[in-house]
């Protein structure tokens, strides 16, 4: 997968837990994106970064917050995980917001 | 609101038949249209990616066409293989929306032997 690690595969949390999700990439790519996948929906946005310390909202941004203190790592937490936040995450990359992205395996995440 | 539609839903076709999906989308002008393969338990993998100025995009067994004046997008399998089992997704890059992504819901293709 491009060289995109997620981890954990698979989670399980209670509401109420924070969690935190880990994107590692070793393509030295600049934009990293975190997005996720539920029935009846499209992918979606949470938030991406633009480079070490420069992120940005995306359409779902709401309980979720992010970091980006090197380039290879971008973290997604949710601070108080709630049902509704049970989904599959994808992390992704990029060269640039014009080019194509690579996903990686992802991440069920189910909260109970 | 930027939109993505994808058809149909899911499709069954027969290994070395043909098929073709469809897109539609309803804001232009976009920065480019790109479709992926997802396979089960797997993130999507970028199958075409195209600019406003081109309309047809080939990999392999896959062709994919762009009309941007009735903003519509297929994807065309030739000679279908069971490997072709997965969600076809359909994406748009809105120049608006500065070039964030929209994803279309899917197209799920089985091939049976």
């Known amino acids: 997968d491009a060289g995109i690690t997620q981890s954990p595969r698979h989670k399980v949390t209670e509401t109420g837990t924070p969690v935190t999700l880990r994107c590692h990439q070793t393509?030295?790519?600049?934009?990293m994106y975190w997005y996720r996948q539920d029935p009846g929906h499209g992918l979606r946005l949470i938030h991406y970064?633009?480079?070490?310390?420069?992120?940005d909202k995306g359409e779902v941004s709401d309980g979720y917050s992010v970091s980006r203190s090197k380039t290879e790592d971008f973290l997604l937490t949710l601070e108080s995980a709630t049902s509704s936040q049970t989904s599959v995450y994808f992390c992704?990359?990029?060269?640039?917001?014009?080019?194509?992205?690579?996903f990686g395996s992802g991440t069920q995440l189910s909260v109970l | 609101k930027n939109q993505v539609e994808q058809s149909p839903q899911s499709l069954i076709i027969l290994e070395g038949k043909n098929c073709t999906l469809q897109?539609?989308?309803?804001?232009?002008?976009?920065?480019?249209l790109r479709w992926y393969k997802q396979d089960t338990g797997r993130g999507p993998v970028s199958l075409t990616i195209?600019?406003?100025?081109?309309n047809t995009k080939s990999n392999g067994r896959y062709t994919a066409t762009l009309d941007a004046d009735t903003k519509q997008s297929s994807l065309h399998i030739t000679a279908s293989q069971l490997s072709d089992s997965a969600s076809y997704i359909c994406?748009?890059?809105?120049?608006?929306?500065?070039?964030?992504?929209?994803f279309g819901g899917g197209t799920r293709v089985l091939v049976k032997p």
């Open positions: 992704a990359i990029s060269e640039s917001d014009r080019e194509k992205l690579f």
């Open positions: 393509e030295n790519h600049r934009y």
């Open positions: 970064s633009y480079g070490v310390k420069d992120t």
């Open positions: 897109c539609n989308y309803t804001v232009s002008p976009f920065s480019n």
């Open positions: 195209m600019t406003f100025s081109e």
């Open positions: 994406v748009v890059s809105f120049k608006a929306a500065g070039n964030k992504l929209t």
